[in-house]
């Protein structure tokens, strides 16, 4: 919070960014994305994600030249269009899994990105007139610094994201991950109680993403019960938990 706040501190005496990229590192679940759309809602910024995981073509990044058939902008001007602005925050998502096996490497093309001496003449080869850039706040996040391009990683400021400890995961769990689940499934009239044991073995056995896919199978099976069996009330204990774990096991 404190690194964050520095930089958007001076970006704000300035009025403008100062050309560092942000890199959010740390493991699925642990808040990088939810941080990233966050600062933006605190700096009213429109947010523009890219998905770069897997992405091969420089052509993504950089447009498709009109003589290309089903030619289109890349997708960085595409973003700023749907925005309707000139600086939104730009979320770069998974740039450790950028795959620069073929068709010209799209870090070339992310490299002038985030060069501020060269990102406000970025060239679209739809458009072919340069795109400024120098507006947009950019930030990227990744699992594994390893295996981020070594050209991408010396352009970027690395912020690690530790992982929750138990009783942070315990937190989240009841405070927001549960009521948001009961919530969305409309459940909120279904007698259903969940045991604190089972809370506490979910939030000592999993992460956060996989505390959630858990929680939401034990109440969707608690709803089965209560909808289509006409249970009056379900409780979720250690039993209930294991019977679902069980049954998960002998699928794999």
């Known amino acids: 919070k404190e690194h964050i706040l520095e930089y958007l501190t001076i970006e704000a005496i300035t009025g403008k960014p100062q050309g560092t ?10 808040g990088k994305t939810s941080i990233a759309k966050q600062i933006a809602k605190a700096c009213n910024r429109e947010i523009v994600k890219i998905a770069v995981g897997g992405m091969s073509d420089e052509a993504e990044i950089r447009g498709h030249r009109r003589t290309y058939v089903a030619s289109r902008p890349g997708r960085i001007v595409a973003g700023l269009k749907s925005a ?17 096996a073929t068709r010209g490497d799209p870090t070339s093309a992310l490299l002038e990105l985030f060069d501020p001496e060269q990102n406000n003449e970025f060239v679209d080869r739809y458009l072919e007139v340069p795109v400024d850039f120098s507006k947009a706040l950019f930030i990227a996040t990744a699992n594994y610094i390893d295996k981020i391009p070594p050209p991408l990683r010396d352009r970027m400021e690395i912020i690690s994201f530790r992982d929750y400890s138990i009783e942070e995961k315990k937190i989240i769990l009841s405070d927001f991950v549960l009521p948001r689940a009961i919530k969305e499934y409309q459940i909120q009239d279904f007698d259903i109680e969940i045991k604190d044991e089972v809370m506490d073995a979910l939030a000592n056995k999993y992460r956060i993403r996989d505390i959630k896919r858990k929680l939401y199978k034990l109440l969707r099976k608690a709803a089965v019960q209560i909808f289509v069996e006409k249970a009056e009330s379900v409780v979720i204990d250690m039993e209930f938990l294991d019977s679902i774990e069980k049954n998960d096991s002998s699928k794999k």
């Open 21 to 30: 990229v942000l890199c959010f590192l740390g493991n699925p679940g642990t």
């Open 84 to 100: 309707k602005t000139m600086d939104p925050l730009v979320l770069f998502d998974e740039v450790d899994k950028i795959d620069g």
